[in-house]
């Protein structure tokens, strides 16, 4: 009897984990490397007080707005009496202006953003940065967020609560020029807090989490990717790589 064709004894392709039609990012840590500067200079800043910061606390505080995150950092450090938030943020500002607009894009970043915009897949970015930090952040990467629908910040209007609440995600998925359904929609988040927004808003979400976060924080996310390198946009029934 004679052997079956290799293109009979091919596995037929797995069926899509959804129909995604548009996708989300989140900035800080998944498109831009930025989240090591916020680290530094807080380990900097305690490190004056005798304090060790660390990723247990790092955690708690990502995806925060800054007011939340650096009320869980006074308390977890209880820096009450030894400086003021005020004082914290000053310092933290004068800091961050050096650093911020030297970041450099994630890897597999640029791939695959302009190979979502080559095939018509709309793509916005849902950031907790405020504008001012978000110029300083984008001010060397124009081109590649020129080829965003739109970009929503944590300070916007419409975002009423910081992440784990939906609001940013869903204030995104609104300014797509038609009706978008959130089962369609894939957000791409690094961290927790912004896993629990996107599951909460209905979406789907892959997960490129820092190697550092204890793995018990991975459980909610659709997918979990050590980097955007690996990440096959052919399971989520969007257009694959050609090169």
């Known amino acids: 009897m004679a052997s079956a064709s290799a293109d009979e004894a091919k596995p037929p392709p797995a069926e899509p984990r959804a129909a995604i039609s548009h996708v989300l990012f989140d900035m800080d840590g998944l498109l831009l490397d930025t989240e090591g500067f916020y680290t ?30 650096t009320r869980i950092l006074f308390e977890e450090f209880g820096l009450a009496g030894l400086l003021t938030p005020e004082q ?27 190979h979502f915009h080559a095939n018509g897949i709309p793509i916005a970015v849902a950031t907790g940065t405020h504008k001012r930090h978000f ?44 009706n978008v359904e959130p089962c369609n929609c894939l957000v791409f988040e690094d961290a927790p807090l912004g896993v629990a927004a996107a599951k909460t808003a209905g979406m789907h979400v892959v ?31 969007l257009p694959p790589f050609q090169d």
């Open 207 to 237: 997960m490129v989490p820092d190697p550092r976060l204890d793995i018990s924080y991975h459980k909610d996310a659709d997918q979990v990717l050590g980097s955007l390198l690996d990440f096959k946009p052919s399971e989520w029934g």
């Open 88 to 114: 914290f943020l000053e310092e933290r500002e004068a800091m961050l202006k050096e650093l911020l607009p030297t970041c450099t894009a994630m890897p597999g970043v640029v791939r695959l953003i302009h």
């Open 135 to 178: 110029a300083l952040k984008t001010q060397n990467h124009r081109e590649m967020f020129s080829l965003m629908h739109h970009v929503v910040t944590g300070d916007d209007p419409e975002v009423k609560a910081g992440k784990p609440s939906p609001d940013i995600f869903l204030t995104a998925m609104r300014r797509f020029e038609r």
């Open 40 to 69: 530094a200079v807080q380990e900097k800043i305690l490190a004056r007080y005798g304090k060790v910061f660390d990723w247990s606390v790092k955690a708690k505080m990502m995806g925060k707005t800054t007011a939340e995150s």
